[in-house]
């Protein structure tokens, strides 16, 4: 059975003044849908979409950009009472956003988790699907078209529309982009209607595929490379050998034992324990305005920036809140998973100078953290598991701290020819603990 004989009832108005279908409207000509539109609409169809190309990219935020398109084309005439703009994204915690308009309500933005890519059951029954696999607009004139034909159906009739447009937009990085029209007017839209959306579409396009390609672009270089290095990197940071530094407060985090926890298992679980660890580490670290500028295997590498204006030097604060939050919410993971073989890690804390910048050959390059200061943040790190602490401090970041430290002793450190003061934090009285 095709897609098309699958889905019912994908009726088209019953209007006799409706002498040519949305299929065949979609299909015509620029110059052609200019005649259909006329000359005193057709002016005002350029009005908008001279401010599409030159205007709407003024606006900060895609809700806006659709808010003002809607306005304007029922300014124009166009019984418009639904407009929807979706699109799949490459972001790690969702697959597509979407936008809908509706009028007297405003611009309302959600986002979705596909579960088991295609096999999603609300992705199978909408009209994205069909309009992907087709290539096609798809047309349901509401009171003709079952229930059962999309899940959005009942919705959309429970609303009072009447007549409905899906839109599909083939983005250039390969993922798919939709726009969807809805009237309440008991006659629908007309041939003339039709052409005006026809005629708007390719602009409409081209806005949604460069937000949608810029907006990817920075999702992917954020998720990958983390915040201050993907800004460089978009600032034109490209080159071999070009390198930043900055002073910063330093989280060196790593998994105790990976080996002996991993060795057992297949690749895939051992992937589920290092989530779950960074599930643990990670979110205390955001929280506390630090940046994870690196994972590395079984660990990671994050640092606490101090404030622009340098009135607040609390990175240090910042960063120890984060690591005993982190060292908490492991401690209760294990806890509620007392089946499994408990996750340990060790936090190392130094207050120093990180190198980041581009490091490799020819056309395969590594934005990359080195330096002295990060090499002993790690010298520090395993120190934890011999000296049984699951936090230090080098003496640097525990002189930028108000809280009591202990001093553990000089300690021998691979590559340092001095012993390395080590320190641990003194029992808190949880005030520090919190968010800032």
């Known amino acids: 059975m095709t897609l098309q004989a699958a889905v019912p009832l994908l009726s088209r108005p019953a209007r006799t003044s409706q002498a040519l279908s949305t299929e065949v409207v979609s299909e015509l000509p620029t110059e052609e849908l200019d005649r259909l539109i006329g000359p005193e609409r057709g002016r005002r169809v350029a009005v908008i979409l001279d401010w599409l190309i030159r205007r709407a990219r003024e606006l900060d935020l895609p809700a806006e950009t659709i808010a003002h398109l809607c306005e304007k084309l029922v300014d124009m005439g166009l019984p418009l009472d639904r407009y929807g703009s979706s699109s799949e994204t490459l972001a790690a915690e969702h697959d597509a956003i979407g936008r809908i308009w509706v009028r007297g309500h405003g611009v309302t933005e959600r986002t979705y988790v596909r579960v088991g890519d295609d096999e999603d059951p609300q992705y199978l029954r909408s009209p994205f699907r069909y309009t992907a696999q087709t290539r096609q607009w798809l047309e349901l004139w509401l009171p003709e078209t079952d229930d059962s034909a999309f899940g959005i159906v009942p919705d959309l009739k429970a609303a009072g529309f009447v007549h409905y ?14 726009v969807t029209f809805a009237t309440r007017h008991e006659a629908g839209f007309s041939v003339e209607d039709i052409a005006v959306i026809a005629r708007i579409i390719p602009s409409v396009a081209i806005l949604i595929d460069m937000r949608s390609t810029w907006v990817a672009l920075h999702q992917l270089l954020r998720t990958y490379v983390g915040d201050e290095p993907h800004q460089a990197i978009l600032r034109g940071n490209t080159k071999r050998g070009q390198v930043s530094t900055i002073k910063s407060a330093m989280l060196f985090a790593d998994m105790r034992d990976s080996v002996g926890h991993t060795a057992d298992i297949s690749a895939t679980a051992a992937v589920e324990v290092f989530n779950a660890l960074f599930d643990c580490l990670v979110p205390p670290i955001e929280s506390r305005r630090g940046e994870v500028l690196k994972y590395i295997g079984d ?13 607040s030097c609390d990175a240090a604060e910042r960063a120890l809140a984060a690591a005993e939050e982190a060292l908490r919410m492991l401690h209760d993971r294990n806890l509620k998973h007392a089946d499994e073989r408990p996750i340990n890690v060790g936090i190392a804390l130094h207050y120093g100078e990180a190198a980041y910048g581009n490091v490799g050959s020819g056309v395969r390059l590594d934005f990359t953290v080195i330096g002295k200061d990060v090499g002993l943040a790690s010298r ?52 520090d603990l919190e968010p800032r």
């Not at 899906?166 to 250039?172: A, R, T």
Request: proline fraction near 6%; charged fraction near 30%.
């Open 165 to 178: 447009l899906c839109v599909p937009i083939f983005l250039m990085n390969g993922t798919n982009g939709w």
């Open 299 to 311: 660990g990671l590498l994050a640092i606490f920036r101090e404030a622009k204006d340098g009135r």
């Open 380 to 431: 520090i790190a395993n120190m934890n598991r011999p000296l049984d602490e699951p936090l230090l401090l080098s003496e640097a970041f525990a002189r930028r701290l108000r809280r009591k430290t202990t001093r553990l002793g000089a300690f021998a450190a691979r590559g340092f020819k001095e012993p390395v003061e080590v320190f641990r934090p003194d029992e808190s009285d949880g005030s």
